[in-house]
């Protein structure tokens, strides 16, 4: 692939990103490619015109992040129907997504130009809420949907089907529905798996279960995942990516299915996806 048109995105909070951002301008423009900016990133890089990120979605190759992880999962978040591959460059800290440190911008922005880029289909949830039969918008994820309690330290109920038949009542602090991508996120933590990027399955993960024997199950990524809340006393919230949490009225249902559209992620010709878990999880291997 070698794309004509880069939509530069970056997390403006970040120290340094404006210089990055005109540094990353220069060295595409000395490709003869051209530039789009988020109208934030405009902002900050002195640009002061900009698009929207469903706006460089519709009209860029590829999307160049600069940031973190949560970074490239509020871009995904907001493309919209428009998903071109999206190559991330790391200002945060751990970084599964990111593929370059900000150091390396040159030789990023050569892989892109000289179309040396490798490419790991990432499966997308679409998260649809139903509540008193009506149905939301569908949400998209990259990561996970959470299920979490509100202020109160109660366990809540968590009434899961798969494909129509049930799974079990989960009785704890919350569950996180993931992706193989979102499997080395929050499901991690929560003593999940690691599924690898185009494994084609899902991960339910409860978190704190009060039942011991509850651990993790993996599912195809072509199962429905319907997510009741059935405890009448205490509020359940629904966090998609991280985005704001929606509180889940008692009898309401949360179905979680694969996506239609996918997402490219874009890497460096010698990262894997191996590579990164071994450094980014610090796995050398044993001492003994």
Same mark, same amino acid.
């Given at each position: 692939m070698?794309?004509?048109?880069?939509?530069?995105i970056? +997390?403006?909070?970040?120290?340094?990103?404006? %210089?990055?951002?005109?540094?990353?301008?220069?060295?595409?423009?000395?490709?003869?490619?051209?530039?789009?900016?988020?109208?934030?990133?405009?902002?900050?890089?002195?640009? +002061?015109?900009?698009?929207? *990120?469903?706006?460089?979605?519709? #009209?860029?190759?590829?999307?160049?992040?600069?940031?973190?992880?949560?970074?490239?999962?509020?871009?995904?978040?907001?493309?919209?129907?428009?998903?071109?591959?999206?190559?991330?460059?790391?200002?945060?800290?751990?970084?599964?997504?990111?593929?370059?440190?900000?150091?390396?911008?040159? %030789?990023?922005?050569?892989?892109?130009?000289n179309?040396?880029?490798?490419?790991? #289909?990432?499966?997308l949830?679409?998260?649809?809420?139903?509540?008193?039969g009506?149905?939301?918008?569908?949400? *998209?994820?990259?990561?996970?949907?959470?299920?979490?309690?509100? %202020?109160?330290?109660?366990?809540?109920?968590?009434?899961?089907?798969?494909?129509?038949?049930?799974?079990?009542?989960?009785?704890?602090?919350?569950?996180?529905?993931?992706?193989?991508?979102?499997?080395?996120?929050?499901?991690?933590?929560?003593?999940?798996?690691?599924?690898?990027?185009?494994?084609?399955?899902?991960?339910?993960?409860?978190?704190?279960?009060?039942?011991?024997t509850?651990?993790?199950?993996?599912?195809?990524?072509?199962?429905?995942?319907?997510?009741?809340?059935?405890?009448?006393?205490?509020?359940?919230?629904?966090?998609?990516?991280?985005?704001?949490?929606?509180?889940?009225?008692?009898?309401?249902?949360?179905?979680i299915?694969?996506?239609?559209?996918?997402?490219?992620?874009?890497?460096?010709?010698?990262?894997?996806?191996?590579?990164?878990?071994?450094?980014?999880?610090?796995?050398?291997?044993s001492?003994?």
């Amino acid at each position: 692939m070698h794309p004509k048109t880069i939509g530069l995105i970056a +997390h403006t909070g970040k120290s340094g990103v404006g %210089e990055l951002i005109k540094s990353l301008s220069a060295e595409f423009t000395r490709f003869k490619m051209s530039i789009l900016l988020e109208t934030e990133t405009a902002n900050v890089s002195g640009t +002061h015109s900009g698009l929207t *990120i469903a706006q460089l979605g519709a #009209n860029a190759d590829v999307l160049v992040v600069v940031g973190g992880d949560g970074t490239i999962l509020n871009v995904t978040g907001q493309l919209g129907d428009a998903m071109p591959p999206i190559f991330g460059i790391n200002v945060g800290s751990l970084g599964f997504l990111t593929c370059a440190g900000s150091q390396a911008f040159r %030789e990023a922005v050569e892989c892109i130009a000289n179309g040396q880029m490798t490419f790991s #289909n990432r499966a997308l949830l679409e998260v649809t809420l139903r509540d008193s039969g009506e149905e939301q918008k569908p949400m *998209i994820a990259l990561n996970d949907a959470v299920f979490s309690r509100g %202020e109160l330290s109660r366990l809540i109920r968590l009434r899961t089907r798969v494909n129509g038949e049930t799974l079990t009542e989960f009785n704890a602090d919350g569950l996180i529905i993931a992706t193989p991508t979102g499997s080395t996120a929050y499901s991690l933590s929560a003593g999940g798996p690691i599924l690898e990027p185009e494994s084609g399955v899902f991960v339910i993960t409860p978190i704190c279960p009060h039942v011991l024997t509850n651990r993790s199950i993996i599912v195809s990524e072509k199962s429905l995942i319907e997510v009741e809340a059935s405890e009448p006393d205490y509020p359940v919230y629904l966090t998609v990516d991280g985005r704001e949490p929606i509180r889940i009225a008692h009898g309401a249902t949360v179905q979680i299915r694969k996506a239609k559209k996918t997402l490219r992620l874009a890497a460096m010709p010698d990262m894997s996806f191996f590579s990164v878990v071994r450094q980014k999880l610090k796995w050398s291997g044993s001492n003994v």
